[in-house]
């Protein structure tokens, strides 16, 4: 039951339909036992791979994750990633923008935090609220105090994706690696986990109104997503639709991804000097003493 990271990435150039891209599939586990097995395993992957990472220190790894309400995005990031050191991670989670944050360009915010070499950032969403829920709300555009005299204004979402683009190839040539993934979940999926969160008390906090009013976009959330996926995913920043409405196998499948990319690097731990050999017996025997 082996995961092929391929067949969940966007290639270049590929237009985007997700009509066609499954929201379930055959799960890549026959048992709880086993998903936890499975899981674990790759948990200590990853946590051996970070220290390599962190030691090498030639890369850093950026993940971002966006998704519908309720795609599964805190509990992924929760499970996945729940064996790294936390001294070299950080998660940020980017919500309604500040006062402060809408007085610059929309890369500004996300930008100050991007990992730096040795370490894995993660975006709980991202920039590319920019170019979904800006687009499907756009009182939210308005908001942002762009000047009304700009040429081609109206191609502001061209715009945003070339931007997006070369920030990312910029990022690539500099030794950040870059997984997005959009965690693909079904309308009546999302309607379950809606209701569980109310009738469930001590999952109330997570739902709000807003949920709701949100959920009569989906259509057009859907169209924001396939454009956005359509036009960003690249060779050095590949986007990966992960089936979402089985949480467990969404695990999988986005642990087995960040292990083949940090595979991939062919990182290692930085190698000793004759002469510092040399130093290191010697202080050795100092305390054998």
């Not at 985007?16 to 036992?33: D, G, H, I, M, Q």
């Not at 360009?105 to 920039?127: C, H, K, M, Q, V």
């Not at 040429?151 to 979402?157: N, S």
């Not at 997503?225 to 590949?238: K, N």
Request: glycine letters at 6%; charged letters at 30%; aromatic letters at 10%.
């Amino acid at each position: 039951m082996n995961i092929n990271s391929g067949d969940f990435r966007v290639k270049e150039g590929e237009k985007v339909a997700l009509k066609k891209w499954p929201t379930a599939v055959t799960p890549f586990y026959r048992s709880k036992e086993q998903y936890q097995k499975s899981l674990a395993e790759h948990v200590e992957g990853l946590s051996a791979l970070q220290s390599v990472l962190y030691a090498d220190n030639r890369y850093a790894l950026l993940l971002i994750f966006q998704g519908m309400d309720a795609a599964g995005k805190d509990s992924a990031i929760k499970h996945v990633m729940s064996g790294v050191n936390p001294q070299g991670c950080q998660v940020f989670s980017f919500k309604h923008p500040s006062a402060e944050e809408l007085e610059h360009d929309f890369l500004w915010r996300t930008t100050r935090a991007l990992p730096e070499r040795g370490r894995i950032g993660i975006f709980n969403r991202s920039y590319y609220e920019e170019v979904l829920i800006v687009r499907v709300r756009p009182d939210i555009l308005r908001a942002e105090g762009i000047p009304d005299d700009l040429p081609g204004k109206e191609d502001v979402w061209k715009d945003r994706y070339r931007s997006i683009v070369h920030l990312e190839r910029h990022l690539y040539y500099n030794g950040t690696r870059i997984i997005k993934f959009f965690l693909h979940l079904s309308k009546e999926e999302q309607r379950r986990r809606f209701l569980k969160r109310i009738d469930e008390p001590q999952k109330n906090w997570k739902f709000s109104a807003a949920d709701v009013a949100e959920r009569k976009l989906w259509k057009q959330y859907m169209k924001a997503y396939e454009a956005c996926l359509s036009a960003t995913t690249t060779g050095a920043a590949p986007w990966y639709i992960v089936p979402a409405d089985d949480k467990q196998n969404a695990r999988l499948i986005i642990s087995r991804v960040i292990l083949d990319t940090l595979e991939g690097l062919k990182m290692s731990y930085p190698g000793v000097s004759a002469r510092r050999r040399r130093e290191l017996r010697s202080m050795r025997g100092l305390l054998a003493k």
